[in-house]
């Protein structure tokens, strides 16, 4: 493997009551992030095929470890969405290296399908720095109840030469989804949209 | 007493290759099981509240299974625990001990039989409230390689009505110990300290 992989962590959370309404089934969204050194940091390279090459092998091992901590098979995902947080000697366009243009694929067969983008957010940040990973629905991406974010954040990291990477996968939308919409099973599934 | 209400629960598994040194041959992992519960004292002081931890029996043990069965479902793997809890702003400190017997005695109730006094912390505070647990060695409280702790908090709780509870679980030292004193195969186990 290429990245040098310092930690991984996984996060599930099991929403059972919103407001003491309880939530049947129960939502579930669970995220793996990978601490990594940056190749590249402290330096402006031109060329950043190596993290883009890094980002291919980490959709694969995240996704792969965020639908095993929900205890799913991949093709009964309903929702996902990555980000990154580069530390401080690094830059934004490391974290974009990493979750634009090699990612998806790896996601996408782990999963089964995917039609729709995967929404990301990155930023620069120091150790424990807070990500709100945004979700969408994987086949159809204006699927209302499944508009959301996850936080998640690791006390220490990314260190100055490190990045995280987070995937977050779910088996379900908001907890009590009721502002409309297009619904899931509404979805088409042939252009990612709807 | 009042039965325990649950919101959320939340698994947090960390797997730590090295931190800048030599990789472990086998990573260090922490777990860390969160309870979301409803505080059935919020917002006035209730002179008896005791009855409340025989009550919340069950959520620890169902926390501490949950914590094994993260780490793979062999508790002779576990080395290190820990616990700890965060009141939401309508509750008092008092509130969070409550804690100390149910979740100690699931930890122990699960790994067989952990000597050790549970290391534990506890804090008031609101959403998105972090808590840095301590964690020691399940069966010598002065094993030094085993001191540590894993930063824990959920970033939508506890809610001023609601307590947060937390258990954590490791599998050995921390990943580059090497600054001396007891060492886990130095323990005679008797006493729960050394």
Known sequence: MKTKIRKIVTFVEETRTEMGKPVNPPTRRAAAAAVIENPFAGNYVEDLTELMEIGEELGALLTERAVAALGILGAFAESYGKAAAVGENGELEHAAAILHPKLGTPVRKTLGKGAALIPSSKKRGGPGVALDIPLGHKDAAFVRSHFDGMEIRINDAPRANEIVVAIAVTDSGRPLPRVGGLTKDQIKGEDGLR | ?194
């Open chain 2, 1 to 194: 007493m009042p039965e325990v209400q649950l919101r959320k629960r939340v698994i947090v598994v960390e797997e730590v290759f090295h931190e800048g040194g030599p990789v472990a041959a086998t990573p260090l992992r922490r777990a860390a099981a969160l309870a979301v519960i409803h505080n059935p004292f919020a917002g006035k002081y209730v002179p008896e509240i005791a009855g409340f931890m025989e009550d919340l029996n069950p959520l620890g043990l169902e926390m501490a299974k949950a914590l094994v069965a993260a780490l793979g479902g062999d508790p002779k793997i576990v080395e290190g625990y820990g616990k700890g809890a965060i009141v939401g702003q309508a509750g008092e400190l008092e509130h969070g001990a409550l804690w100390h017997v149910p979740g100690g005695y699931a930890m122990r109730e699960i790994l067989g039989n952990a000597k050790a006094i549970v290391a534990s912390t506890k804090k008031v505070g609101g959403p998105g409230t972090r808590l840095d647990v301590p964690i020691t060695h399940i069966n010598a409280s002065y094993v030094r390689s085993h001191f540590d702790s894993m930063e824990v908090g959920i970033a939508d709780a506890p809610k001023a009505n609601e307590i947060l509870l937390a258990l954590v679980m490791t599998t050995g030292p921390r990943v580059h110990a090497r600054v001396g004193g007891l060492k886990a195969s130095e323990i005679t186990g008797l006493d729960g300290l050394r």
